[in-house]
């Protein structure tokens, strides 16, 4: 790999985190309303596969999203306008943390239910399969979707119809609380297996590697040779969302947190790439980040009496809570 | 069926972003489907393996992208499995993505009701649940509707649900006139003028509520609304009729409790000029449809309980 081209995947893992933790500090301060599930240590992933897609390539996200989003390619003013409810966000105010998704940008919506991507992405990929100009498919989720049925039908229909999609299970060992080995009979990648599907595990917490399995998955996928699955270990540095972290919910072995969090993937490419190189991205960052921040305080609410605007995308007369 | 057969074969001739997809439809099961995959081919009607909620969720994404998936469910009750992928999923994406997607899919329920000695889990009619979570919703009561009102869905940019009663799908009572115009959403249709009550038919029913009105005819004089597209709801045209006659009477394949029928009552009792209380006519609370024909009989609404309550409502 380049020095231009680790330094670019560096940029990304850095945006997001100083993204997240802005925003998780904003969630807790209550300037975010509900809350976030954010991305932080996971980077890795979200970042080396999207750094194997296009524009033209089109992604399913999560509730855990901000991460995708970004690494897709998504303004972090518009991102963090959302998730102040404002007009300036990608979704106008109406989405929200788990729902914000710039869509011209191939994100078929980050999604609040898990699992519920797969399918979504299935379909999607059938589409791109017939237009027939190479264009693929990435569904993420977590461990905790492989207990959701829908998304092994999922595979299923991804793979007696050949589909161009990648399915990236971000394997961060919980699901909310309950410990992998305790909600996941077998293993992920070999579930995925009996599919028929190719399916590779990588350390999550090495962009590197993902990147290079992604590359080598995806061009499986442009090539015909149907879906493909990959499995990335990772972990959370924080809690499941902003709440528990608020709550000081924390459930798991403080020991471990420490481990992983030694495992840092931005600490670990920055490494490779040298004290001035990093010191020079992390400020632009946090430049990007600020200006963000500025950005997404200042643009403007939406109207209450718009609450219902987008309902349809056709027409429908909606009738009042309340008829005088 | 013959003319929703029509309507899909129209549509995807008319369209070449419509796909059809589902369990069976390439052999044409249900009848409705039958033809189109010698016509159209596999690139266009998918033959599903039996996974309700993904297939349908894949029909989310097709949409996203610009197709019109048209998916077939062939029991009714399946709806009750793909409850989170019509309501939570395809749905709500128009308003939480702020108008940057529409998923324009049509759900078509091929056999919606009793169809005698199907029992328990194939016999229910739940389109006031789609009602109720704001799904554009359509129950045709005769085969000109089901024509015009299944290409108007497939039309539409957001998702639609189109219930077709078995009652209906099997009879040959009503003939198919091969009419081939198109039917509105949202537009009811006052299928008998009258002064007397105002019945609202609603499916199988609007064939129950003529046959009614016309062995009462001597004695009064019955309009009977047809609202064909049952959410969003033709309340104008419900104002106008029962505004003239002052009393109403729903009759409506759906549970008592929070049925369709509930709600055109209470909008009626809120809204409109009665001069007698309304009535339903429906299944009991919480109906399971037994098996024996004649304990079905006895909980699916029929011309009697209309009659009965007709005669209640005009004191007769």
């Given amino acids: 790999m380049t020095r231009e081209h680790q330094m670019a995947l560096y940029r990304s893992m850095k945006l997001i985190r100083e993204f997240e933790e802005r925003c998780l500090d904003m969630a807790i301060a209550g300037e975010i309303i509900g809350g976030i599930h954010p991305y932080i240590g996971q980077e890795a992933v979200a970042v080396g596969v999207c750094s194997q897609l296009t524009e033209r390539d089109f992604i399913t996200s999560t509730h855990r999203g901000h991460g995708h989003v970004l690494a897709k390619g998504a303004d972090p003013r518009r991102l963090l306008a959302e998730l102040l409810g404002t007009l300036e966000g990608f979704n106008k105010g109406r989405g929200g943390s788990m729902h914000a998704a710039d869509m011209k940008l191939g994100i078929l919506g980050a999604n609040g239910i898990v699992g519920a991507g797969g399918a979504i992405g299935s379909g999607a990929a059938w589409v791109a399969k017939a237009r027939g100009n190479s264009e693929v498919v990435v569904s993420f989720f977590g461990d905790g979707a492989m207990s959701q049925g829908v998304l092994l039908e999922a595979f299923n229909l991804a793979a007696i119809w050949s589909l161009p999609i990648l399915f990236v299970c971000e394997n961060n060992m919980y699901a909310t609380s309950l410990k992998l080995e305790s909600g996941l009979a077998g293993s992920a990648a070999r579930r995925a297996e009996g599919f028929g599907m190719v399916a590779r595990t990588v350390d999550g917490m090495d962009v590197e590697a993902v990147a290079d399995v992604t590359g080598e998955l995806i061009q499986r996928c442009r090539e015909g040779k149907g879906p493909a699955f990959l499995e990335c270990s990772t972990y959370r540095f924080f809690g499941h969302h902003s709440v528990l972290e608020l709550l000081g919910v924390e459930f798991r072995d403080p020991d471990e947190v420490v481990r992983w969090r030694e495992r840092d993937p931005i600490v670990a490419l920055g490494a490779k790439l040298g004290d001035d190189v990093v010191a020079e991205i992390d400020e632009a960052v946090k430049g990007t980040i600020d200006e963000a921040v500025e950005f997404a305080k200042n643009a403007p609410s939406p109207d209450p009496k718009d609450a219902l605007m987008y309902l349809y995308s056709g027409t429908a007369a909606v009738r009042p809570g309340v008829i005088l | ?316």
């Fill in chain 2, 1 to 316: 069926m013959h003319a929703m057969n029509r309507a899909l074969h129209a549509e995807m001739a008319a369209d070449e972003d419509v796909l059809l997809l589902g369990e069976d439809v390439g052999v044409g099961a249900s009848g409705v489907t039958s033809g189109l995959l010698p016509r159209f081919g596999r690139e266009r009607v998918l033959d599903t393996p039996l996974s309700e909620q993904a297939f349908t969720s894949f029909g989310t994404g097709a949409a996203m992208m610009g197709k019109k998936p048209v998916i077939e469910f062939q029991i009714s009750t399946l709806i009750y499995l793909v409850f989170e992928q019509i309501v939570n999923q395809a749905h709500k994406f128009s308003l939480m993505t702020g108008g940057q997607v529409s998923v324009p899919v049509t759900y078509l329920v091929a056999g919606s009701g009793s169809r005698s000695g199907w029992a328990g889990q194939h016999s229910d009619s739940p389109y006031s649940l789609l009602a109720q979570a704001g799904i554009k919703t359509v129950v045709p009561g005769t085969p000109a509707d089901a024509y015009g009102l299944f290409r108007s869905a497939i039309r539409d940019p957001d998702p639609v649900a189109v219930f077709a009663p078995s009652a209906l799908l099997e009879s040959t009572a009503v003939p198919d006139s091969g009419a081939e115009e198109i039917v509105p959403l949202g537009e009811a249709n006052v299928l008998r003028e009258g002064g007397d009550l105002t019945v609202v038919a609603v499916g199988q029913h609007v064939g129950t509520a003529l046959e009614v009105a016309d062995s009462l005819s001597d004695r009064v004089d019955i309009e009977i609304v047809d609202p064909r597209t049952v959410y969003p709801f033709d309340w104008d045209c419900l104002r106008k009729s029962v505004n003239k006659t002052g009393r109403l009477v729903v009759i409506d394949d759906s549970n008592r409790m929070c049925g369709l029928g509930a709600e055109i009552v209470a909008t009626a009792a809120e809204e409109f000029d009665l001069v007698a209380p309304p009535r339903r006519v429906c299944r009991p609370d919480g109906t399971v449809i037994p098996y024996a024909l004649a304990l079905d009989k006895a909980l699916v609404p029929g011309p009697e309980q209309l009659m009965q309550a007709i005669s209640a409502t005009l004191k007769l």
